[in-house]
């Protein structure tokens, strides 16, 4: 269980292992028990820094954003030792504040996370060899913004301090 504030929580596909993140520098996991449908703690990650985003990409890998960190950390679970296990940080636009606001969203049918770290929103396209790479930056100036993608991974969808208007970005990724 976390000690302190919880900032973010995912399900895995499948829905029956859930990871949440929070102040007190741990990422849990949790496993649904097929028989009596209780929650239980399999695993707890201590990392150096706390989070704010984390999601599941798929049904056994989850990617974790330490707060105002140019590293996205990506873990992998492993049937031999049944552990989520560090396998990569992914270098990321970055800046010095950051906030809690927009949670990590992944987009299956393109393989597209989108990331926010400090000022900057990344688009990630998960390649199906394991890498990583940054498709799009974009630098809003501010910390302070907030915003999901759609389903089809078309439109991008803001709100930002500095404009104070909602805005839309359609088909403004080329994947």
Same mark, same amino acid.
């Given at each position: 269980?976390?000690?302190e504030?919880?900032r973010?929580?995912?399900?895995n @596909?499948?829905?029956?292992?859930?990871? =949440?993140? %929070?102040? &007190?520098?741990?990422? +849990?996991i949790? /496993?649904?028990? #097929?028989?009596? /449908?209780? $929650?239980?703690?399999? *695993?707890q990650?201590?990392v150096? !820094?706390c %989070?704010y985003?984390?999601?599941?990409?798929?049904? +056994?890998q989850f990617?974790f954003?330490?707060?105002? =960190?140019a #590293?996205?950390?990506?873990? *992998?679970y492993? +049937?031999d030792d049944?552990k989520?296990?560090?396998?990569?940080? !992914?270098q990321?636009q970055?800046?010095?504040?950051? +906030?809690?606001?927009?949670?990590?969203?992944?987009?299956?049918? #393109?393989?597209i996370l989108?990331?926010?770290?400090?000022?900057?929103?990344?688009?990630? #396209?998960?390649? *199906?060899?394991? *890498?990583f790479?940054? @498709?799009?930056?974009? &630098?809003?100036g501010?910390?302070c913004?907030?915003?999901?993608i759609?389903?089809d %991974?078309?439109?991008?969808?803001? $709100? &930002?301090?500095?404009?104070? !208007?909602?805005q839309?970005?359609?088909?403004?990724?080329i994947?």
């Amino acid at each position: 269980m976390h000690k302190e504030q919880i900032r973010c929580i995912s399900f895995n @596909e499948s829905q029956n292992y859930l990871i =949440s993140c %929070g102040d &007190d520098n741990l990422i +849990n996991i949790y /496993k649904l028990e #097929k028989i009596n /449908k209780q $929650w239980t703690t399999i *695993q707890q990650i201590k990392v150096d !820094q706390c %989070g704010y985003r984390l999601c599941f990409i798929g049904e +056994n890998q989850f990617v974790f954003q330490p707060r105002c =960190s140019a #590293k996205l950390e990506v873990y *992998q679970y492993y +049937n031999d030792d049944y552990k989520y296990k560090k396998i990569l940080e !992914q270098q990321v636009q970055t800046s010095q504040y950051c +906030n809690h606001l927009f949670p990590q969203k992944w987009v299956k049918s #393109k393989s597209i996370l989108l990331n926010k770290a400090g000022n900057y929103l990344n688009v990630i #396209k998960v390649h *199906q060899n394991g *890498q990583f790479l940054i @498709e799009q930056v974009i &630098d809003f100036g501010t910390a302070c913004f907030y915003g999901t993608i759609s389903e089809d %991974g078309n439109d991008i969808i803001t $709100w &930002d301090y500095e404009s104070n !208007q909602i805005q839309i970005r359609r088909n403004s990724l080329i994947i």
